[in-house]
């Protein structure tokens, strides 16, 4: 059964940076593309960005490109998200997904974590 559980938010003062991991455990990891999303309080989920399979292509939501990088450990199950210069407005519980393909909406992906809260103080 393919799980995936995300670590590392937190409490954060705006302008510093946070890296998100998510751990994933199954045999599809390597072959399926992941993304970021995210979730505010009263807002839908958007998409932060993805990964392909083999790290090779990445793609971002136009807010986050610039000041998020993904990148992804197929030896360790893992992906990670970092961002920098964090905002308040970043404040949101952030999700990692895998999905066949790199995708900017949530209708691709089969598989979410539980997500791990980041508080971004001002």
């Known amino acids: 059964q393919e799980q995936l559980v995300e670590s590392g938010g937190g409490l954060v003062q705006a302008g510093n940076s946070l890296r998100l991991s998510c751990a994933a455990s199954g045999r599809i990891f390597s072959t399926y593309a992941m993304g970021w999303f995210r979730q505010a309080p009263g807002k839908e989920r958007e998409f932060v960005g993805a990964i392909s399979w083999n790290g090779g292509t990445t793609y971002y939501a136009a807010s986050m490109k610039g000041r998020s990088t993904i990148s992804r450990d197929n030896a360790k199950n893992t992906i990670y998200l970092q961002i920098d210069t964090l905002k308040p407005e970043d404040t949101a519980v952030y999700y990692c997904?895998?999905?066949?393909?790199?995708?900017?909406?949530?209708?691709?992906?089969?598989?979410w974590g539980q997500g791990t809260q980041v508080t971004v103080s001002s």
């Open positions: 997904a895998a999905g066949p393909v790199v995708a900017g909406t949530l209708g691709p992906y089969a598989y």
